[in-house]
């Protein structure tokens, strides 16, 4: 059995991301599809006094075309002011010490150039704090053709999967057909969510991963960790027996 994901890196991920990630046995950044500004390939959302704030990180301009993993970060000081952003909308919360760690080896100890590498190394790293123990694929190395759901199943297939687990936004463009003709399942994750203590006003849960982390510490995997999903097509697996 081998259930996986695929998606593209995100910018220090929401919750969702990772309950996703925690829910598969492989998970693959989606690495060689198009770069789409205003997303959340270099953007994500915290909270602070003055309310919810967008931190997004500055890339070179490309070519309309241009694939994830050939965006370069523009090299300004875009580190440090979203190193400070965040110390100071959270070193307030309870958790916030036991994590400023986390903050410095990614914003202080490395310098970033290229925008894949950056997504990658903070999920991978927040996986590993998590206790996640899933395997990470980069798409760009499987060289896979086609777009969009016929992508997915070339990806599905070289991997061996047996459920392909998507976000709920994928519905409007999925075929389920094609996975049946292939008999790969086909779920779609279910993001709900209990709320947390948070500071600063009315509970928001769309907001990068961090919050959780520096609101709940060690108790982060219960407000995370919720393996909920639809199951649209079940796939059913030859086992011979001897």
Known sequence: MNKIAILQSNYIPWKGVFDMINMVDTFVF???????????????????????LWLTVPVKKAPRGTKIHDIEINSDDWQEIHYKTIKMAYNKSKYFNDYQWLLEEIYIQRSWKNLSELNQFVTKRISELLGIKTQFINSKE????????????????????????????????????????????????????????????TFNHFLSVLDVLFNCGIESHKYIFQSKSEIAFSSFVNYNIC
């Open 30 to 52: 989606f690495e060689d599809v198009d770069f789409t500004k205003r997303d959340w390939r270099n953007r994500n959302k915290i909270k602070t006094a003055n309310g919810e």
């Open 142 to 201: 499987l060289e896979t053709k086609g777009i969009k759901d016929d992508k997915l199943i070339e990806i599905c297939k070289q991997l061996d999967a047996t459920t392909y687990l998507s976000g709920p936004a994928a519905k409007g463009y999925i075929g389920i057909e094609k996975f049946k003709r292939e008999n790969i399942g086909l779920e779609y994750i279910i993001y709900d969510y209990p709320e947390y203590y948070q500071l600063h006003g």
